[in-house]
């Protein structure tokens, strides 16, 4: 099965010796029956979804990846908050200022400038590769699988969040190297996400016998997608696979998405609409997404978003000492917005995405 897209391209959907599935008809049958399960409920009385890209560009906070003097500045060793209560000062960070190092998890082990995989961006001579061996405590191996972030530095060279009435969005393009290439570990493999704010009820420790109370606080929430894979040494089943795992729905809880059925270039997208919710697109291929992309629509643990902070990436792996995670590369990440407010930098004129191919 192919889809063509708008340059006349076909982009396989099954491609030997990549993803391989059996009972096709079952399988989109299924698939068609999960989508109107899962966005149902919540469309109901949710605004019309934009698609990525809508708008206009935010200037300033993305990367092309394009200066050949491109580089990270790692500050080893990195941060690991979340597992030790140690940041390890000071942070990683972009010689252009434009990503930094995430104090609660830290950064990947290796991140490096490279020549854009073939079929990527007309033009583009520059993407970022992405891995880790250690993503837990730095040199001393877990067993247990961690992750590292690589955060754009969009709040602090905007010096301000991005209120949720102007319509936000990101796209990127994400290189899947061939399958034999993928860390052979099922589970996570890579993410793309926001970080987003909301008024909710948090928990906090107050007083000398820290007594736990909840109140009405600044709540900072991460949805977003997941590049699950399931590697057919470890399920037994005939062939490896892979899909887009989608964080998260109304409880809380992960989602199956879109089985990923050929490597190389694809491009992701999320967006807000002022009602608070988030949207989530992908394809295959780097074309802009449309509304034929879209995959789902969600309040992420029941919150409604009020404002966007920045979006991330990030590398997962066994944190065994031995295998390295898959290598993925990312390319010309943007931040639009459909309603800019106040003095806000921005390239060309609102761009709309219209919908047919």
């Known amino acids: 099965m192919s889809r063509t897209n708008r340059n006349g391209n076909q982009v396989d959907w099954v491609r030997a010796g990549v993803f391989r599935v059996g009972r096709c008809s079952a399988l989109v049958a299924a698939c068609a029956a999960w989508l109107v399960t899962t966005v149902t409920a919540d469309q109901a009385v949710a605004q019309r979804p934009v698609v990525p890209g809508t708008g206009v560009e935010l200037l300033g906070v993305s990367d092309d990846f394009e200066d ?9 060793p990195k941060s690991t908050e979340d ?3 140690n940041q390890r000062a000071p942070l990683g960070k972009s010689s252009n200022g434009r990503w930094y190092e995430g104090v609660k998890r830290g950064h990947p082990d290796v991140v490096q400038r ?5 079929g990527g961006l007309p033009g583009s001579q520059g993407s970022l590769l992405m891995r880790s061996k250690f993503t837990g405590i730095p040199g001393m191996s877990s067993g247990t699988m961690h992750q590292d972030d690589f955060i754009c530095n969009v709040q602090y060279r905007l010096n301000r969040r991005i209120d949720i009435s ?4 990101v796209t990127t393009r ?7 290439e993928w860390e052979n570990r099922s589970g996570p493999h890579f993410g793309f996400r926001l970080a987003l704010e909301t008024t909710a009820m948090i928990e906090e420790e107050v007083g000398f016998f820290k007594m736990k109370r ?4 600044n709540e900072i929430y991460w949805p977003g997608m997941f590049i699950e894979f399931e590697s057919k040494d470890q399920t037994r089943k005939p062939h490896d696979y892979a899909y887009l795992r989608i964080r998260s729905n109304k409880n809380g809880g992960d989602f199956r998405g879109p089985q990923i ?4 270039w694809w491009t992701l997208g999320l967006s807000c609409t002022p009602d608070g919710m988030v949207h989530y697109y992908a394809a295959p291929g780097i074309d802009e997404l449309t509304e034929e992309d879209y995959i789902t629509s969600q309040f992420p643990y029941s919150y409604q978003a009020e404002r966007m902070r920045t979006f991330f990436y990030n590398v997962c792996s066994a944190d065994d000492g031995q295998r390295w995670s898959t290598s993925f590369i990312v390319d010309d990440p943007k931040v639009y917005v459909v309603r800019p407010k106040g003095n806000i930098q921005t390239a060309g004129r609102p761009k709309t995405t219209s919908r047919s191919r």
């Not at 102007?166 to 969005?169: A, G, I, L, R």
């Not at 909840?214 to 606080?217: A, I, N, Q, R, V």
């Not at 059925?261 to 190389?264: E, F």
């Open 68 to 76: 050949p003097n491109w580089r990270y500045i790692p500050n080893n």
């Open 83 to 85: 597992i030790d209560d």
């Open 114 to 118: 490279v020549p854009t995989p073939a």
């Open 166 to 169: 102007e319509v936000p969005s």
């Open 174 to 180: 994400v290189f899947l190297p061939p399958v034999a």
């Open 214 to 217: 909840e109140e009405l606080g």
């Open 261 to 264: 059925t050929t490597t190389g």
